[in-house]
Nanobody
Framework: QVQLVESGGGSVQAGGSLTLSCAPSGDIFNTYAMGWFRQAPGKEREFVASITRSGASTFYTDSVKGRFTISKDYAKKMVLLQMNSLKPEDTGLYHC?????????????????WGQGTQVTVSS
C-alpha cells in the first residue's frame, strides 16, 4: 500500500518560511513524478508544485513562482517544498502526491496517491 508521509507544517506570520517534507513508501521516489497540492477552507484542491522523476524539471502554479521551491533529497529519499515569503492566502492543508507517470503532474487527474496532508497557517 502506498504511503506518503508529510511533515513540516505549522503556523507562521506573513513573510515567514516553512519547509514541507514528504517521505514516499516503496520505490515511488525513483519511479514517479511527485508533487504538492493544497486545499484552503471552502475551496477545491489546487496544484502547487511538482517535480519529475528525474528531478530535471519542476512546475509551479503562478501564485507561488519565485517563492516556493520543490526539490528531491536523494540521500533521504524525500521530496521537499521550501516555502518563502509566505502569504495568508497560502494557508491550507498541503498534500504530498504521487503522479501516475514519471513526468506529468499538474491536475488532480494526474494524481495516483494522496498523502493525508499537513496544515500550513499564515497569519497577517
Amino acid at each position: 500500500q502506498v504511503q506518503l508521509v508529510e511533515s513540516g507544517g505549522g503556523s507562521v506570520q506573513a513573510g515567514g518560511s516553512l519547509t514541507l517534507s514528504c517521505a514516499p513508501s516503496g520505490d515511488i521516489f525513483n519511479t514517479y513524478a511527485m508533487g504538492w497540492f493544497r486545499q484552503a477552507p471552502g475551496k477545491e484542491r489546487e496544484f502547487v508544485a511538482s517535480i519529475t522523476r528525474s528531478g530535471a524539471s519542476t512546475f509551479y502554479t503562478d501564485s507561488v513562482k519565485g517563492r516556493f521551491t520543490i526539490s528531491k533529497d536523494y540521500a533521504k529519499k524525500m521530496v521537499l517544498l521550501q516555502m518563502n515569503s509566505l502569504k495568508p492566502e497560502d494557508t491550507g492543508l498541503y498534500h504530498c502526491v504521487q503522479g501516475r507517470t514519471n513526468a506529468i503532474l499538474q491536475r488532480t487527474t494526474d494524481v495516483a496517491s494522496w498523502g493525508q496532508g499537513t496544515q500550513v497557517t499564515v497569519s497577517s
